[in-house]
């Protein structure tokens, strides 16, 4: 035992160090596995580049014939290629576009291997930080860099002197085999000019929004996805108050450790689904929510210093009609439709109801997301609109949430999920994502960012 180390700090240091030890284990198998994928990469765009050379150097016999063919032609007429002629046009133009998607292809194939050296990168930098070696010391044998911003995506130096290649050949057999079209000798001038200038638009764009891409959107994004109900609005304390004006049963919002509150056997009353339902369908639930105090201050700074959109989910399948009898589901009916104002179908009104509550609370939103079919759905099917389809398709980065099970799903998807902390969340799973964060407030979640971006 160490002098001065109780048994049981003891046994927490050698758990650290075992933990550390594995995690060190992991990292370094990380390391050799992606240098050994760049290498493969880098092989990979050498081996494309090589077939792609062949493949266009084919044609170089048949377009010499053809050039022979023109120096024997008299002057000022064309060769003529015969039933052949219509061939040559469209020879050309394959060549040219298979050469554009094999360009496509090596070019993902660089940006792939970039990712890689990204990623060899962080892992250096994990290494040379763990012993916290003095910065003169570790700079006089650092070669290597442990940036993961660097290389970049787009290269000056490499990638574009192969873009550069293909450009070339891809329209250089763009305008021969145009040629025949062209009856007079400034109608060619005129053409190969403007293949030369469509063909080298084409090709630069392609490569600079395949690296722009990669640079900005490509595994992540500027998008923080927010809840609603308990992360943006006060629901606990609001459903106590409009229980009591409703159902006149008084419950202390404080004791609900469950969701639905139905569920909860502290309450001190009992509080049924009827009740729940009675809440739910009133209007004065969802239009009247108190704000959660500094949400929208915090979102709107996350919008102006580090250019965040802002994505709201809430799921709200209301009004519930089944189960009422006729006079309160016609009354419950008529009350939402007046709500909803004229032309609209009674379960768009929740809808409006919910964009008219944001813009009330002056809360900054780029897209709103109103959940109602599949809310819990998490596959890839493009008809599904919820937070868990899009936080996959958008990359969606950060994410704050209130209910506990729907955190965890999301922490698959997102960089960082923050825990709105509540009675009924505090239940800690056995499993806890190490990117899922529990927090007290927006300030709290503000200043976490501030740390870490």
């Not at 009247?288 to 994505?311: D, H, I, S, T």
């Not at 006729?326 to 964009?355: C, F, H, N, Y």
Request: charged share 20%; proline share 5%.
């Amino acid at each position: 035992m160490s002098i001065g180390m109780l048994p049981e700090e003891e046994e927490d240091d050698e758990d650290a160090k075992t933990s550390k030890k594995k995690y060190d284990d992991f990292m370094l198998a990380e390391y050799t596995t992606i240098a050994q994928a760049y290498f493969n990469t880098v092989n990979s765009i050498g081996t494309f580049f090589r077939s792609y050379l062949t493949f266009v150097g084919l044609p170089i016999p048949l377009l010499v014939a053809v050039l022979t063919q023109i120096t024997r032609t008299d002057a000022g007429s064309k060769p003529s290629l015969g039933p052949f002629a219509s061939a040559v046009p469209a020879g050309g133009t394959t060549i040219a576009v298979l050469g554009f998607f094999v360009m496509w292809y090596v070019i993902n194939l660089r940006l792939d291997a970039l990712l890689y050296a990204r990623a060899v990168n962080g892992v250096r930098k994990y290494f040379y930080n763990s012993p916290r070696l003095d910065l003169a010391a570790e700079a006089s044998f650092r070669v290597l860099p442990t940036s993961t911003s660097f290389p970049r995506y787009f290269e000056w130096n490499y990638t574009l002197s192969v873009v550069a290649v293909f450009t070339l050949i891809d329209t250089s057999y763009l305008i021969v085999g145009w040629f025949w079209f062209c009856s007079d000798e400034p109608s060619v001038y005129r053409l190969s000019v403007a293949l030369f200038i469509v063909s080298v638009i084409i090709h630069l764009s392609l490569y600079g929004g395949l690296a722009w891409y990669r640079e900005t959107r490509y595994l992540t994004s500027q998008i923080i996805g927010v809840d609603i109900d308990g992360v943006l609005g006060l629901h606990r304390e609001h459903f106590a108050a409009i229980l009591q004006a409703q159902r006149h049963k008084n419950i202390d919002p404080e004791k609900i450790t469950q969701i639905p509150v139905n569920l909860c056997k502290e309450l001190g009353v009992s509080v049924t689904v009827e009740d729940e339902i009675t809440v739910f369908n009133s209007l004065d639930y969802w239009k009247n929510m108190p704000a959660v105090e500094g949400a929208a201050g915090v979102l709107l700074r996350l919008q102006e210093e580090f250019g965040y959109k802002v994505y709201i989910f809430t799921h709200r399948g209301w009004p519930h009609l089944k189960g009422l009898d006729r006079e309160t589901a016609e009354s419950v009916t008529q009350a939402w439709l007046r709500a909803g104002g004229t032309e609209i179908e009674l379960s768009d009104v929740i809808d409006k109801i919910t964009r008219e509550w944001v813009e009330k609370q002056n809360i900054p939103c780029d897209r709103l997301v109103v959940e109602k079919k599949y809310p819990h759905y998490s596959g890839p099917s493009p008809l599904v609109r919820n937070r868990f389809t899009l936080a996959d398709r958008k990359h969606i980065q950060l994410f704050v949430e209130d209910d506990l099970p729907k955190a965890i799903r999301l922490a698959s998807f997102c960089t960082t999920v923050f825990l709105i902390d509540h009675p009924y969340n505090r239940e800690v799973p056995a499993m806890m994502p190490r990117n899922l964060i529990r927090v007290k407030s927006w300030g709290e979640i503000y200043a976490r960012l501030r740390q870490s971006l």
